[in-house]
């Protein structure tokens, strides 16, 4: 395995690369463009909307929030 390789990806593991953001009502969504499972375990990156720089509607009505 070379020094920038993704352990996760030589093991096989079923993973994403992407960071996955929590909005309000529960609802998901993943920085890498073909993520279509939006499932904490699967991240190793899991914010808030309202963590996000800039903002987000979620966050302006106070509702951003991500159930584990």
């Not at 390789?5 to 990806?9: D, G, M, S, T, W």
């Given at each position: 395995m070379g020094a920038n390789?993704?352990?996760?990806?030589a093991a096989g593991t079923d993973?994403?690369?992407g960071t996955l953001?929590?909005?309000a009502g529960r609802i998901a969504e993943c920085t890498e463009g073909?993520?279509?499972e939006f499932e904490v375990v699967r991240h190793a990156f899991v914010v808030?909307?309202?963590d996000l720089a800039g903002g987000c509607a979620c966050?302006?009505?106070g509702?951003?929030?991500l159930a584990g």
């Open positions: 390789a993704c352990p996760a990806c993973h994403c690369h953001i929590g909005h073909d993520c279509v808030e909307c309202t966050a302006e009505r509702l951003g929030r």
